[in-house]
């Protein structure tokens, strides 16, 4: 079996690191929050180059309470993209605000940012762009419009640990940006985890109090805020593995080279990467016709898959009260019928990946043998 994600094999790498780092918190019982987080906040904020990093729960954590720490609540509209997981649009609406949902753009699926003057309103106060799939979103573009119309840009970068846009890294780019350190990101902790950062120090300090109770200090509340805080034995395991941070990265590039070479030349559509963003490779997604059935066939030999995401957050049943139709975001409505996830992790061999592009390039000739026999029977026999 070929692992879509395999956390094992990451760990059995780098065990004898990941050991003491745990035994470490173990034995200085510093389990919440404390020093081993405050070393892994330093560390990650030096990573990007920014001021502050504030650890906490999980990334959808972070992306809530830097809304509410940007001043974002009831009656606010954000913008975000239309295909995404749910944490984006769901942190706006836990904040008290409304998710104003925006098309994708083609072969990339970061935000269409031609498209999101036409959806700012008077009520209308941030941007989430997400970097899906470990590509940057047009930031350029996206700060030009916050900047015109006085918005907050708060980047959602789950899936892209040390991506870069134009020589800088994502996260470093907006007003404040949000981590998620689940098990099988790029950073990934051993169990939730998340991160907050930003170069506003005054975000910073309110961001850290929502995380912890709204405390100033031990039994004084500033504020309400709530309990998400960064726990030892995940940050000493964040530590341990940032250092292996660029590495890994340079495989997954590398490991994408090998699907795209591979792949191109049978014609499936894989991930574009714009020349002057560095793509991380959280998921390598290419585009196929028959989907569902490619990917059955890619079970049958072994190969394990994903869908990411089967739907478009606008078509969900928990955003049915806005009522979108297919025809306000086509790109996402198509694309989201045809994306596969490909095994894609570090420690992935090359020959492995070139296995799957083999395995996949038959399923789909035969998919395409079998369409066009289907094709001439329903003719033979007057069906259409």
């Known amino acids: 079996?070929?692992?879509?994600?395999?956390?094992?094999?990451?760990?059995?790498?780098?065990?004898?690191?990941?050991?003491?780092?745990?035994?470490?918190?173990?034995?200085?019982?510093?389990?919440?929050?404390?020093?081993?987080a405050k070393i892994f906040e330093e560390e990650f904020a030096a990573y990007l180059g920014v001021k502050c990093c504030i650890g906490c729960g999980n990334g959808t954590d972070a992306l809530e309470i830097l809304l509410k720490a940007l001043g974002i609540g009831p009656g606010d509209e954000v913008i975000v993209?239309?295909?995404?997981?749910?944490?984006?649009?769901?942190?706006?609406?836990?904040?008290?605000?409304?998710?104003?949902?925006?098309?994708?753009?083609?072969?990339?699926?970061?935000?269409?940012?031609?498209?999101?003057?036409?959806?700012?309103?008077?009520?209308?106060?941030?941007?989430?762009?997400?970097?899906?799939?470990?590509?940057?979103?047009?930031?350029?573009?996206?700060?030009?419009?916050?900047?015109?119309?006085g918005l907050k840009v708060l980047e959602d970068c789950a899936q892209a640990h040390g991506a870069t846009y134009k020589g800088r890294k994502v996260g470093t780019i907006g007003h404040a940006a949000a981590f998620s350190f689940f098990p099988g990101k790029n950073l990934g902790a051993y169990g939730d985890a998340g991160g907050m950062v930003t170069n506003d120090e005054s975000v910073a300090q309110v961001a850290r109090m929502i995380a912890n109770h709204g405390r100033l200090g031990k039994h004084d509340h500033a504020?309400?805020?709530?309990?998400?805080?960064?726990?030892?034995?995940?940050?000493?395991?964040?530590?341990?593995?940032?250092?292996?941070?660029?590495?890994?990265?340079?495989?997954?590039?590398?490991?994408?080279?090998?699907?795209?070479?591979?792949?191109?030349?049978?014609?499936?559509?894989?991930?574009?990467?714009?020349?002057?963003?560095?793509?991380v490779y959280h998921l390598y997604v290419v585009e196929v016709a028959g989907r569902d059935a490619v990917r059955d066939s890619l079970a049958l030999r072994d190969i394990e898959t994903g869908v990411h995401y089967p739907k478009a957050l606008p078509f969900l049943k928990a955003y049915a009260r806005f009522a979108h139709q297919q025809e306000e975001f086509p790109v996402a409505f198509e694309s989201t019928s045809r994306i596969l996830s490909l095994p894609m992790y570090p420690e992935l061999q090359v020959d492995s990946a070139k296995q799957i592009a083999a395995i996949l390039a038959e399923s789909l000739r035969n998919s395409d043998l079998e369409s066009s026999e289907q094709t001439l029977s329903n003719s033979s026999t007057g069906k259409s």
Not at 23 to 36: H, L, M, P, Q, T
Not at 99 to 127: G, M, Q, S, W
């Open 223 to 279: 504020l309400e805020g709530r309990n998400s805080r960064l726990d030892g034995l995940n940050a000493a395991v964040l530590s341990a593995k940032l250092h292996h941070l660029e590495a890994w990265t340079e495989a997954r590039r590398s490991l994408a080279a090998v699907y795209d070479e591979a792949l191109e030349r049978e014609g499936v559509a894989v991930p574009l990467s714009l020349p002057d963003c560095k793509h």
């Open 81 to 149: 993209p239309a295909h995404t997981w749910i944490s984006t649009a769901e942190s706006v609406t836990t904040a008290g605000a409304t998710p104003v949902f925006v098309d994708t753009t083609p072969a990339l699926y970061t935000i269409n940012a031609a498209l999101i003057e036409r959806h700012i309103t008077d009520r209308t106060k941030a941007i989430i762009p997400v970097h899906l799939y470990g590509h940057p979103a047009e930031m350029d573009t996206i700060m030009a419009i916050a900047n015109s119309h």
């Open 1 to 36: 079996m070929i692992k879509l994600v395999d956390l094992n094999a990451q760990y059995q790498s780098i065990k004898a690191e990941i050991d003491e780092a745990i035994a470490k918190v173990i034995a200085d019982a510093a389990f919440i929050s404390g020093k081993y």
